[in-house]
């Protein structure tokens, strides 16, 4: 069986490397697998480090499985959102290392951890939904309304924005870019620096600051799948 995603654990540092080859398309099995490297850094109490490969985060879903529709299609899309709730109330906190672009489903997990950290170079970072005809799911606007600055949020995800990296820093998307080989030191160390935390009052306090848009993504994903018929 292929590994899709890849678990290293130094120093109560956990990385959580994706890794398909190509886009790092988020598949059911993609998904599954991050889930199953969270259930991981959880056991252990680590900081974790969410990252791809070299010049791509993730392109988003699988669109072959999207495409092909049933309830594969429809696991993989509630999977994905319950993702980025479960990393917005992740117990400890987590840096995304964002190695390139990040499009889509991408940005939305992007957008969910605690700390955000991009590469800069000519890459693209976007909700590109409206642009290829798909309506922006109800959970993915409570995603980036949650973590984007008002204007940038309607530019978003109305207008299918594409943004380079520093416009990314700019919009909410990233704290900072760094050049591409500076990417994993930085990530290193935020993570490094978030491990001093009180992990329990961080997580107690992620919860309550994060209740209001916590309520809402979730109401948003039951409203989509309450949406959508059975098949």
């Known amino acids: 069986m292929t590994t899709l995603v890849t ?51 993730s392109a988003g879903f699988d669109l072959a499985q999207l495409r092909a529709g049933g309830p594969d299609a429809s696991a993989m899309l509630r999977a994905g959102f319950d993702l980025a709730v479960r990393m917005l109330s992740f117990p400890v906190p987590i840096v995304v290392a964002c190695n390139g672009h990040a499009i889509a ?33 109800r959970a993915a606007l409570e995603i980036c309304r949650a973590r984007l600055t008002p204007a940038d949020f309607d530019r978003a995800v109305t207008l299918s924005e594409v943004y380079s990296p520093d416009g990314a820093v700019a919009a909410g998307f990233l704290e900072r870019a760094v050049p591409a080989e500076e990417l994993g030191d930085a990530a290193r160390q935020r993570a490094e620096a978030l491990r001093a935390l009180d ?11 994060r209740a209001d848009a916590l309520q809402a993504i979730r109401e948003a994903i039951d409203a989509e799948f309450a949406a959508v018929p059975a098949s």
């Open 199 to 209: 992990m329990p009052a961080h997580a107690a306090t992620k919860l309550r600051a």
């Open 105 to 137: 489903m991408g940005v939305f997990l992007l957008l969910s951890g605690d700390a955000r950290i991009g590469v800069a170079g000519p890459y693209k970072i976007t909700a590109n939904e409206v642009a290829i005809g798909l309506t922006m799911p």
């Open 7 to 57: 678990y290293e654990l130094e120093d109560s540092i956990a990385t959580i490397r994706m890794d398909d080859g190509k886009v790092n398309a988020l598949s059911l099995a993609m998904l599954g697998e991050i889930d199953a490297a969270l259930d991981r850094a959880a056991a252990d109490g680590a900081v974790a480090v969410l990252t791809g490969r070299d010049g791509r985060f």
